[in-house]
């Protein structure tokens, strides 16, 4: 609850008796201050008056006031600028390190907000705050919609420029292992991730021009050209499969001219209900043929204009082997197994839109980053029963860009229970909405 009492002074949800310290001075809130979620005082630089004076310092707020003593602040200078403080219940007198006693201010959550905020806490409704989103203006969600967007885009871009780093500053890495991680759509993507963050693209460079010998060398450093690596149903069948034991003697070869590490251990991978097209190594075949027919792809993702563009280099398939066959030894009927029209939507909002906005922060390009929003806006959104959850609710979800800010909403807020920081959970607690 110490939440709430820092929802009602942030947003001063306050009696409409006068405020008053417990040694009866008047208290005007000029400003609640900056909100700080780190260690030290929960509010920042507040100005308020006291008695007729103005203060600017920080304001602290518990609970119970006995609460400062328990949480060690008595012995913390980084409280010594505290002006304030406030707590629903005053049991204590409260003494900075320095020896000073802050004014206190006892104020009382209103039964409304409270009885509003524990309904949100504990309903099994999906969006909890469904009963007020049809009243909401346009305006206001359209405005909570484009930050939860750029939230998300930024925290996205965080995660592309730590690889980027990892990497030493080598964009191509960067953008290499981005867009593996997502051609392990979700089930193995963290395989893939590890495994392309050690994939000697410096051998790869060397034998792009032949895509045999980079299906070898991207499937042997995947520990995929191992028995053990194989399901159950294709090992025997790979034993004496023509295919099989070309790629294993390749891999070898260039295992050994490039003196390259011990593969990415097979238990890695994941095959379980998994639908075959998704299997991993028809995923790296596919990134092989990418990576062989596009000398650039980093510079091709990069400056592709549009979402038609980006298809058109995403547009890849696998090698003849692999378009009769789903496992080694096993032949299946004719399939190009191309990257599908949703899969590549995937990949460009997953990879190409993180990275070109990843990309615009790290060379300062607002352009960049407002072409890699328009591509977001160009997509159609991701289907899930999520989406269609808050469609119901009256929120549209016209593009990938809305999609993509409700699946913020979900994950940094409704997963988390933080409806206190939702704008949309603030209009609940405004409009006082309670069960029927």
Not at 45 to 50: G, H, L, P, Q, T
Not at 347 to 354: D, E
Not at 417 to 425: E, I, S, T
Request: charged letters at 25%; a neutral charge.
């Amino acid at each position: 609850m110490e939440k709430l009492l820092h929802y009602v002074w942030k947003h001063r949800i306050f009696p409409l008796a006068p405020l008053v310290t417990t040694d009866g001075q008047a208290v005007e809130v000029i400003d609640p201050g900056l909100h700080n979620r780190d260690a030290g005082p929960d509010f920042f630089n507040a100005k308020v008056r006291i008695g007729g004076a103005l203060w600017v310092g920080n304001v602290e707020l518990h609970l119970r006031s006995s609460d400062w003593q328990r949480h060690g602040h008595h012995r913390d200078p980084a409280y010594n600028g505290v002006v304030l403080h406030v707590a629903e219940v005053v049991d204590a007198e409260v003494v900075t390190a320095n020896g000073l006693r802050p004014p206190q201010l006892q104020l009382t959550i209103p039964d409304a907000i409270r009885a509003g905020y524990v309904e949100l806490l504990q309903t099994d409704d999906y969006p909890r705050c469904w009963r007020v989103l049809p009243e909401l203006p346009l305006l206001t969600v359209h405005a909570w919609m484009s930050a939860l967007l750029y939230e998300r885009l930024q925290a996205r871009s965080s995660r592309c420029l730590e690889r980027l780093s990892a990497s030493g500053g080598d964009w191509d890495r960067s953008w290499f292992v981005t867009l593996s991680r997502n051609f392990g759509f979700g089930v193995n993507g963290d395989a893939f991730e590890r495994w392309a963050a050690r994939f000697p693209l410096h051998a790869a460079a060397k034998h792009r021009d032949d895509a045999f010998q980079l299906e070898a060398l991207f499937l042997g450093t995947a520990g995929l050209l191992e028995a053990d690596a194989l399901p159950p149903s294709s090992r025997q069948a790979a034993a004496s499969d023509d295919y099989f034991r070309r790629l294993s003697h390749e891999w070898n070869y260039l295992s050994r001219k490039f003196q390259l590490d011990v593969p990415l251990s097979p238990s890695s991978w994941r095959y379980l209900r998994l639908r075959p097209q998704n299997f991993p190594h028809l995923r790296l075949v596919q990134l092989a043929q990418l990576y062989h027919r596009c000398p650039n792809l980093a510079g091709m993702l990069l400056r592709a204009s549009d979402r038609d563009a980006l298809h058109g280099v995403l547009d890849v398939g696998v090698s003849a082997y692999w378009q009769t066959h789903y496992l080694f030894g096993l032949e299946a009927p004719r399939s190009e197994k191309r990257l599908s029209a949703d899969s590549r939507d995937l990949i460009i909002v997953n990879t190409v839109v993180p990275m070109r906005f990843a990309y615009g922060q790290a060379h300062n390009d607002e352009a960049m980053q407002e072409q890699a929003i328009a591509l977001l806006e160009q997509l159609k959104p991701e289907r899930n029963h999520i989406l269609r959850q808050w469609q119901q609710c009256g929120i549209g979800v016209e593009s990938a860009a809305d999609s993509q800010a409700l699946i913020q909403l979900k994950r940094e807020y409704c997963d988390r229970h933080d409806c206190l920081r939702c704008r949309f959970g603030f209009e609940y607690l405004k409009h006082g909405y309670r069960k029927p």
